[in-house]
């Protein structure tokens, strides 16, 4: 892996956890940059550089999603149907982080190819672990493959 830091990309409409997930990575003391969409529709928009989002055409893609269930115009479900089924987005590491505890919702998110499926914490200090092991595993332990355009 490259010296650069892997980004990482949120997918949540709740404007509090992207807050409280940015904010973790600065108490674990990360460096990743992290960047936000609301849905999957605008998640879909980020990584294809459209619209809004065509200024980062250079950009590589983020090297690991996060990904919230319940979202409004285009939920976490389709959103990753329609990331494993794209060639350029399929090998990006997705990580379902949801409240949902629901068997069916973590049963139905590995068959449709997630990577990780973990509920949100809820203390902050918890949260700040989970950050700093999730960064530690796809960011140090596993090899991932280059998403440099």
């Known amino acids: 892996m490259s010296d650069n830091l892997v980004s990482i990309h949120m997918c949540d409409d709740d404007p509090d956890d992207q807050l409280l997930v940015s904010d973790a990575l600065q108490e674990a ?26 200024h980062l055409k250079d950009q590589p893609l983020p090297g690991l999603i996060l990904l ?43 068959d449709m190819g997630v990577n990780s499926f973990v509920i949100k914490p809820v203390s902050f200090d918890t949260l700040v672990n989970l950050v700093k092991s999730m960064a530690s595993y796809w960011f140090h332990i596993v090899s991932l493959p280059n998403t440099d355009k």
């Open 68 to 110: 919230d269930l319940n979202m409004p115009i285009m939920d976490g479900r389709e959103v990753l149907i329609e990331l494993k089924k794209d060639p350029v987005f399929k090998s990006i590491p997705v990580v379902i982080l949801t409240t949902s505890k629901a068997e069916e919702d973590i049963a139905k998110s590995y």
């Open 29 to 54: 003391k990360l460096a990743n940059p992290i960047d936000f969409s609301n849905n999957g529709l605008e998640l879909l928009q980020y990584l294809r550089r459209e619209g809004e989002f065509s």
